[in-house]
């Protein structure tokens, strides 16, 4: 799994430019993924050092596949 953030560039001029930084790497067999709430269509997820996040699912163009 890959972890990244926004790159902070002070030299940039253009404000909407989305450059990422590689933060973490994590392999997969140590992260837990749950389904947290199926009608919001969330997920948690835990890494090893048991910091949680929760992920909001964007429905895609082509419609997707439900939950």
Do not use: W
Not at 4 to 22: D, G, H, V
């Amino acid at each position: 799994m890959i972890i990244s953030r926004e790159k902070q560039e002070t030299m940039n001029k253009m404000p909407r430019s989305t450059a990422l930084e590689i933060t973490r790497l994590i392999p997969l067999e140590l992260v837990e993924i749950f389904l947290h709430d199926t009608s919001k269509r969330q997920l948690k997820m835990q890494l090893p050092t048991g910091d949680k996040y929760y992920l909001q699912l964007c429905q895609g163009r082509e419609g997707g596949f439900p939950l």
